[in-house]
């Protein structure tokens, strides 16, 4: 390479981007595994992902849903969240010592088009170096480098960006299918949403007004109970896949069949994933107050969600073990078209 090139090369490294975050931070999250995407936006790749490349095992989301998990890219779209729940495996700034404005932290948001670009091409970086692991599928991983599906659920809270239809819009273009995870906090972000994902989920910590604000231990005055009801109101109307996720810790709250219940006639989902909460990450911070003994058994986690089901008029029709996740669906029908046909 000439000594032109060369400089060119560099300057082209300097104008990339930083992510809007203390720097201290950033090198945290990517000694965890984080690739940065342009200002707000990254990927790290699955645990799922990881294994299923090798021929293990694929998430609950393959199970339940019929997504590869080695053609999957884990993302996020805005790092920040307005939450800080109790049972979170994700980095909360400020329990580490980070005082960081992550609610206001932006100050000008990326083109969908090149979100879109940097995470495709971030991911088939990262699944690159597998081809050398002896344990891989090689047909997964030529598969790999042609993602299907993108899960918009990897921190943060995706609502807070501002291009959402149109970055959802380029994800379908290119014949990816898209899962958003919402904490529902977000009302009018909700109603501005018309460019549907392909599943729309949302967070659901706690089955009442007290557990709520012991869980989600809110940094913004819109993560209130009466907003969170709110945002289910909304939610029940979009026109699309609806599913509600539970992460139940014993204790906190793994209680109220009728209360989680209440919620669902609320929402309308068509699915709801009963989770048993798992002592891993940030969850392990000793500001959380947390213990392995907190985490729910299979048994446990079974016959809770058989309790919702009965108090919604739901049914139970799958659990993946290893994820500690049963699936329970709003009716036959909902049973019946549950795999996903919209990968290439």
């Known amino acids: ?6 400089v060119i090369e560099m300057e082209k490294a300097e104008a990339k981007p930083k992510p809007n975050m203390p720097e201290e931070l950033a090198a945290m999250m990517e000694k965890q595994g984080y690739h940065f995407v342009g200002r707000h936006s990254a990927t790290k790749i699955c645990n799922y992902t ?16 019929g997504i590869r998990s080695w053609r ?81 659920s990897l921190t943060g809270e995706p609502l807070f960006y501002p291009k959402m239809n149109k970055l959802i819009g380029e994800f379908h273009r290119r014949g990816i299918s898209t899962f958003l995870v919402t904490n529902g906090t ?19 910590q706690a089955p009442n007004r007290a557990s709520y604000e012991k869980v989600v231990r809110p940094k913004s005055l819109n993560a209130s109970w009466d907003n969170y009801l709110e945002f289910l109101r909304v939610f029940s109307e979009k026109q699309t896949r609806r599913v509600f996720r539970l992460t139940l810790v014993r204790d ?23 989770k048993g909460f798992a002592f891993v990450g940030g969850a392990r911070g000793e500001k959380r107050g947390l213990s392995y003994g907190r985490m729910l058994r299979k048994e446990e986690i079974l016959k809770f969600a058989t309790d919702i089901a009965e108090e ?4 139970l029709v799958d659990y993946h073990d290893h994820s500690f996740v049963a699936l329970l669906c709003a009716d036959e029908e909902a049973a019946r078209n549950r795999i996903i046909r919209f990968e290439k």
């Open 1 to 6: 390479m000439k000594s032109g090139e060369i």
């Open 50 to 65: 990881s294994d299923s490349l090798k021929g293990g095992e694929s998430c609950y989301k393959h199970r339940f849903y």
């Open 72 to 152: 999957c890219i884990q993302a996020a779209t805005a790092i920040g969240c307005n939450l800080g729940c109790t049972f979170c495996w994700r980095i909360i700034p400020e329990e580490v010592g980070f005082k960081w404005n992550e609610l206001n932290a932006i100050g000008e948001w990326d083109d969908p088009e090149k979100i879109v670009d940097g995470l495709v091409e971030e991911h088939k970086r990262i699944v690159s170096g597998y081809k050398g692991n002896e344990k891989v599928n090689i047909e997964r991983w030529r598969e790999a480098q042609d993602p299907a599906h993108v899960a918009l």
């Open 186 to 204: 977000l009302v009018n972000a909700l109603v501005a949403l018309t460019t549907m994902p392909t599943q729309l989920y949302v967070s659901v």
């Open 252 to 274: 906190l709250n793994a209680d109220d069949a009728k209360g989680y219940a209440e919620l669902i006639k609320v929402g309308k989902p068509h699915y709801v994933e009963v």
């Open 312 to 315: 919604a008029g739901y049914r």
